[in-house]
C-alpha cells in the first residue's frame, strides 16, 4: 500500500533527536523546554484527593465549569477582560493541541496564515495538514523583533490568519505596545483571524508586562488565545491548556474537539480549579524564572565565549556562538552535546528556510545545581 503524505517535508523533531542525543551521552539536557524541579506537592495532593472523592470519569466536553469559571476570574483580575466560562473557554489537551483545533477550524485548501520565524516547531506543520499555506516571515535579526511593513506587504485575499507567540519560543522576545498597534491596523476591516500563542503568560521578565490579547477586546473578537497549565504549574507532562475565543470562534473550535480529544483528564481539572484560586502561585512565577536566567547569565558571562542575547520571558535563552565555530548550528550543537556533555537546540531548527545563523537555544527553567554543572562544562569552550 502506499500513502501520501500530508506532511511529506517533515521528520522527526529536533527536540527527540537532541533528547536522546542527551541521554546517549550523558550530558545536561538544556534542550527541550521542562523544568528537572517538581511542581508544588499541594497540586499532587489535590488531584490525589479528587481521584479519592470519585472524580475519575468524562468531564464535560469543554471542560469542568468550575476550571472555566475560575479562569474567567482569573482573566477579569489580570487583564480587565469579561470572557463567558460556558461559552468562551474550553479545555484542552495542552495548548499545542489548542492551536491545532482552532487552526483546523477555519482553514480551507488554499488559506495563506502569516507566521514569524523563528517558529514552534509544530505551527507550519498543523497548518500545512489542513491543506494551507504557511507564509513564514523573518523577524528582525539579534532582537527577534517583528518587520510590520513585511506583514503588510505579505496580506492578500488568501490571506486567513496571522499566528503571534508572546513571550516567544525559541527568543524569549515580547511584544510591545507598538506591535499591537501594528498588528490592529493590518486585521481591521479585514477577516484576518488571530491565533495568539501565549503559553508563557506569567514568565515576563524586567518589569515588562504581558500585553495579551486578552486586553484588546477589538483584537479578541477574531482570536484564538491559547494557555497552558503545564508552564504556569510545572506540570508539562500533564498536557492540559485552554483556548479562549468569542462564542462564535469557540462553537466551531469545539465542533473539532468533541470529535478529536473531546475531553481532557478529569481529576486534574479537578485539582486546578482549586489550586488556581491562590494568585500567588502564578504571580511569583516570574521572579521565580528571572533569577534562574540571571544566575545561569551570571555564571556564563565570565566564563564563556558565548554571546547571549536578550530574553524578556519564557524558559528559554539564545546564545550566539560565531566567536567559537563557523560549524553550522546543527553541526555545533550535536558536537557540544557529545564532547562538552550539554544539549541545547540549534535556532534553524525553528525555521522552514534556510538560515546561517549561528545561535543556539539554551532552556534555563532548571534546578542550581544543573544550570551550575552544565555552566561548569560550557566554561571550557
Not at 84 to 112: K, N, Q, R, V, W
Not at 211 to 226: A, K
Not at 227 to 237: H, I, N
Request: glycine share 4%.
Amino acid at each position: 500500500m502506499q500513502l501520501k503524505s500530508k506532511l511529506p517535508n517533515t521528520g522527526t523533531t529536533i527536540f527527540a533527536t537532541m533528547s536522546a542525543l542527551a541521554k546517549e551521552h550523558n550530558a545536561i539536557n538544556l534542550g527541550q523546554g521542562f523544568p528537572d524541579f517538581p511542581m508544588h506537592p499541594v497540586l499532587a495532593e489535590m488531584v490525589t484527593a479528587a481521584m479519592q472523592r470519585g472524580e475519575n470519569q468524562y468531564a464535560p466536553m469543554p471542560g469542568l465549569l468550575p476550571l472555566r469559571e475560575r479562569i474567567a476570574g482569573k482573566i477579569f483580575q489580570l487583564y480587565g477582560t469579561s470572557v463567558h466560562p460556558d461559552s468562551e473557554i474550553t479545555i484542552t489537551p495542552g495548548a499545542t493541541y489548542a492551536i491545532y483545533t482552532a487552526l483546523t477550524a477555519i482553514l480551507h485548501p488554499g488559506d495563506e496564515v502569516i507566521v514569524f520565524e523563528p517558529a514552534y516547531d509544530s505551527y507550519i506543520p498543523n497548518i500545512e495538514a489542513n491543506g494551507a499555506k504557511a507564509v513564514a516571515i523573518p523577524l528582525k535579526e539579534k532582537t527577534f523583533s517583528i518587520d510590520w511593513a513585511l506583514v503588510r506587504n505579505a496580506v492578500n485575499h488568501k490571506t486567513k490568519a496571522i499566528l503571534i507567540n508572546s513571550p516567544h519560543n525559541p527568543t524569549g522576545a515580547i511584544l510591545q505596545p507598538s506591535d499591537i498597534d501594528a498588528l490592529r491596523t493590518i486585521v481591521t476591516g479585514t477577516n484576518i483571524f488571530i491565533i495568539s500563542d501565549e503559553v508563557y503568560e506569567h514568565l515576563i521578565y524586567d518589569g515588562n508586562h504581558h500585553l495579551s490579547i486578552l486586553r484588546y477586546p477589538d483584537l479578541l473578537e477574531r482570536s484564538f488565545v491559547c494557555f497552558s497549565f503545564g508552564k504556569t504549574y510545572s506540570c508539562t507532562g500533564w498536557k492540559l491548556g485552554y483556548c479562549v475565543a468569542s462564542k462564535p470562534l469557540t462553537d466551531e473550535f469545539r465542533k473539532i474537539h468533541q470529535f478529536n480529544a473531546f475531553t481532557c483528564n478529569t481529576p486534574m481539572q479537578a485539582a486546578l480549579a482549586d489550586f488556581i484560586q491562590e494568585p500567588a502561585h502564578y504571580l511569583t512565577l516570574g521572579d521565580m524564572m528571572q533569577k534562574k536566567r540571571d544566575y545561569f547569565l551570571q555564571m556564563m558571562q565570565s566564563v564563556s565565549r558565548l554571546q547571549f542575547l536578550p530574553s524578556s520571558g519564557s524558559y528559554f535563552i539564545c546564545a550566539d556562538y560565531s566567536a567559537i565555530s563557523d560549524e553550522p548550528d546543527d553541526v555545533f550543537a550535536k558536537r557540544l552535546t557529545i564532547e562538552a556533555g550539554v544539549a541545547t537546540i540549534p535556532l534553524s531548527s525553528f525555521y522552514r528556510q534556510q538560515t546561517n545563523a549561528k545561535v543556539l537555544r539554551f532552556c534555563f527553567c532548571k534546578e542550581a545545581h544543573t544550570l551550575e554543572a552544565a555552566a561548569s562544562r560550557l566554561s571550557k569552550l
